[in-house]
C-alpha cells in the first residue's frame, strides 16, 4: 500500500533518560498530520501510545512506560506515513527506592512495602509492613552498579519481600563495608525480631482461649437435649468433659 507522507523520523528527545513515567518531548520530522493520523509510539520496545499527545508534525509529548530494555529507539507509527525511524536513543533508569523511614522530597507510596507474594486481591494491614532496615545496622550504599548486580543475579532479587531475595546481593549492595563484628550484631538483632513476632501470636492466640470457651458453653447449651448414642462423636460429654477440668480460669486466661 502506498504511502502520501513520507516516514517519520525522529532526531530528538528531552530528556534523553529517566525513570518509568518520565515526561520526554519527541521532535522530529513527519510525525503525522493530527492526533488520529498518529496509530503507534514506542520508546525502548514499549507502547507509549496511550500517553501520547500530538503537538505538530515535528512534536510530540508522552511518557515513557515499563520498558524491559533499558536503552532504545523512540518509534513513532502513522497512518500517512507508516513505521518510522529514529537517529536518537533514550536511556531507561531503574528508580532508586526509597524506604519509608527515609527522608524524601516526595510522598512515597507505602502500597510498594506491602507484602504482595499471595495472589489475593486485597489489602494488607499497615501493621504488616516490612522494616525498611531489617538487620537493624547503618546502611551504606554499594558502589557496584544495579546492572553489574544484576548480571551477577541472574532472576534473583535484593527486596526482602520478593520470593527470589538474594541474600548476598542485599549485603553486597547494602552493607558491603560493614565489618564482621557489625553483621553479627545484626544477626543478633534478627533473632530478636524473631522472637518478638513469635510471643506476640502466642500471647494472641492466649487470649482468646477464654474467648473460645465461653463461646462453646454458650453454643452447648443452646442445644436440645440428646441421647448419647445420637449425638456426634465430637460433642460427646466424655471426649469434652475430660477436658474442661483440667483447665481453670486465672488473670483471665486459662492455664493448664
Known sequence: MSRSRQPPLVTGISPNEGIPWTKVTIRGENLGTGPTD???????????????EWMSASKIVCRVGQAKNDKGDIIVT???????????????LKPEKIGILDQSAVWVDEMNYYD???????????????????????????????KDLEMLFPGMSADFTSENFSAAWYLIENHSNT???????????LKRQANKKSEGSLAYVKGGLSTFFEAQDA???????????????HMHTGSWGSIRPIWHRKGGLLKQ
Open 116 to 146: 504482595m507474594r499471595t495472589d489475593r486481591n486485597k489489602g494488607i494491614p499497615p501493621l504488616s509492613l516490612r522494616p525498611a532496615n531489617p538487620l537493624g545496622i547503618e546502611i551504606e550504599k554499594s558502589k557496584f552498579s544495579q
Open 38 to 52: 498518529l496509530i503507534g509510539l514506542t520508546i525502548c520496545g514499549h507502547n507509549c501510545l496511550l500517553t501520547a
Open 179 to 189: 565489618s564482621f563484628e557489625q553483621l553479627k550484631m545484626a544477626v543478633m538483632n
Open 78 to 92: 502513522t497512518k500517512s506515513g507508516g513505521k518510522g525511524t529514529s537517529t536518537v536513543s533514550f536511556k531507561l
Open 219 to 233: 453454643l452447648s447449651g443452646s442445644q436440645s437435649p440428646q441421647p448419647l448414642s445420637h449425638r456426634p462423636p
